[in-house]
């Protein structure tokens, strides 16, 4: 649990720094993009009320505050299975750690900012994404993923 623990720790402030630094010391709130390695990676602030790609976006508070509450649901439901779990492995540690860190993240950006904001984009030459993301969603995403794929594992050798 302390891996989980210290993993969790290292996203979240990966994030907020990085959030820190690209929105208020680069001031991309206020310029919008910023083209780093075109098309390959920019800056694009985009300010996320919703979850992935704006989905169940709304303005409202109730929409705020019950993102919040689903976000920390996950976070203690994640902690209290990975604990349980005593002897987990490794991997299943280290990837309950980046969702739970990444959630966390986009937790404090809805807290004070009342949105996720999310900045990185990656394009190809031939094609413009539409969409940004943050160093949370990346941890959101490869922590869900590998909880999924080796938690499968797991309970396959519980079952021997």
């Known amino acids: 649990m302390r891996l989980t623990a210290w993993i969790a720790a290292a996203v979240l402030i990966v994030d907020q720094i990085s959030k820190y630094v690209v929105v208020h010391l680069m001031g991309l709130d206020r310029v919008g993009a910023i083209e780093v390695l075109p098309p390959w ?3 694009r602030m985009a300010w996320n009320q919703g979850v992935n790609f704006g989905l169940f976006a709304g303005e409202d508070a109730l929409t705020r ?6 976000a920390l649901v996950i976070v ?3 902690w209290r299975w990975i604990a349980r779990d005593g002897a987990a492995r490794r991997g299943l540690l280290i990837s309950a750690g980046l969702l739970i860190g990444g959630a966390l993240g986009n ?3 809805r807290l004070f900012y009342g949105a996720v904001a999310d900045f990185l984009n990656m394009s190809l030459p031939i094609w413009r994404n539409p969409f940004s993301f943050n160093v949370a969603d990346i941890a959101i995403f490869v922590g869900a993923v590998g909880l999924v794929f ?6 396959a050798k519980r079952r021997r």
């Open 107 to 109: 937790v404090i950006d």
């Open 41 to 43: 990676l920019n800056f």
């Open 76 to 78: 203690v439901w994640v």
């Open 65 to 70: 505050w019950g993102l919040i509450a689903l």
């Open 150 to 155: 080796l938690s499968g594992e797991t309970g």
